[in-house]
């Protein structure tokens, strides 16, 4: 499949928003460990805002920074992956129900499901487009891809991808580790004009090489589901050809090649 790639976003530790990252991913400037805060939510209505949680604001940042330019987002099918979903409030309801009351927030309870950031975004754009949450675990974003250039090929109009993912709180960080906060959203198109890079996918029923990583950046990816799309971040950042292999399953990856427009 085939789809051009508009403007991406990026949020992670010491990576905060695109304009800032594009050097640094692009290696012109040194990269630098720092602690990622959630962004606030400008885009929710106050009441939204203060419901949502750190996990639906570091989505909605990168969704709201890759359609800044947008005439119309609530014109965007969006697809939305997380191997996690909010592992944090998932936490806090668990040790709710361990309590002899287990009296569960209403708050928590409607973040709890794995479309919450979706639906905060549809609710903030005036949205009542296609809207798809996917999981997929530490292939959670190499799974949003395929949906959302699946879409792009087969219905001829923008999407919007959003990948994210926060991490669990105790006891389940000790069997699901999250090393750190990150979200990326990609505006994926069927045509050029305006485009950053040509995008190729290719899906290939085969285990995918061991990456070997190049920098402390590049050594990022396998701590949070969403940063395995940090090669395709880099590449788009320093305007180079790039072939990345994203891991899908044990038995399959996607081939991705990246082309600057």
């Known amino acids: 499949m085939r789809c051009f790639l508009g403007a991406v976003s990026v949020f992670g530790p010491g990576l905060p928003g695109w304009a800032a990252s594009r050097p640094i991913l692009a290696g012109t400037q040194p990269w630098a460990m720092a602690e990622a805060l959630p962004p606030a939510p400008a885009i929710l209505a106050p009441g939204d805002r203060r419901r949502a949680g750190a996990t639906t604001r570091f989505a909605l940042a990168?969704?709201?920074?890759?359609?800044?330019?947008?005439?119309?987002?609530?014109?965007?099918?969006?697809?939305?992956?997380?191997?996690?979903g909010d592992g944090a409030v998932v936490g806090g309801i668990l040790d709710a129900l361990h309590e002899a009351e287990g009296v569960v927030s209403p708050t928590q309870f409607h973040n709890s499901v794995h479309n919450a950031?979706?639906?905060?975004?549809?609710?903030?754009?005036?949205?009542?487009?296609?809207?798809?949450?996917?999981?997929?675990?530490?292939?959670?974003?190499?799974?949003?891809l395929l949906a959302a250039?699946?879409?792009?090929?087969?219905?001829?109009?923008?999407?919007?991808?959003?990948?994210?993912?926060?991490?669990?709180?105790?006891?389940?960080?000790?069997?699901?580790?999250?090393?750190?906060?990150?979200?990326?959203?990609?505006l994926l198109r069927p045509a050029a004009e305006g485009a950053q890079a040509m995008l190729d996918l290719r899906y290939v029923a085969e285990?995918?090489?061991?990456?070997?990583?190049?920098?402390?950046?590049?050594?990022?990816?396998?701590?949070?589901?969403?940063?395995?799309?940090?090669?395709?971040?880099?590449?788009?950042?320093?305007?180079?050809?790039?072939?990345?292999?994203?891991?899908?399953?044990?038995?399959?990856?996607?081939?991705?090649?990246?082309?600057?427009?």
């Open 62 to 84: 990168a969704a709201s920074e890759a359609t800044e330019a947008e005439p119309d987002r609530a014109a965007l099918e969006t697809f939305f992956a997380s191997g996690n």
């Open 117 to 144: 950031a979706a639906g905060y975004w549809h609710i903030a754009v005036g949205s009542t487009m296609p809207s798809v949450s996917l999981g997929g675990h530490d292939g959670a974003f190499a799974a949003g």
């Open 149 to 186: 250039m699946g879409a792009v090929a087969t219905r001829g109009r923008p999407v919007l991808l959003v990948a994210y993912d926060t991490p669990m709180t105790a006891p389940l960080s000790d069997v699901r580790t999250t090393a750190f906060p990150f979200a990326t959203a990609c």
């Open 207 to 261: 285990p995918a090489p061991e990456p070997t990583p190049a920098d402390a950046l590049d050594a990022l990816a396998p701590g949070n589901p969403a940063a395995r799309a940090l090669p395709l971040m880099r590449a788009v950042a320093a305007c180079r050809a790039a072939r990345i292999r994203l891991s899908l399953l044990p038995d399959a990856h996607l081939d991705l090649r990246v082309t600057p427009c």
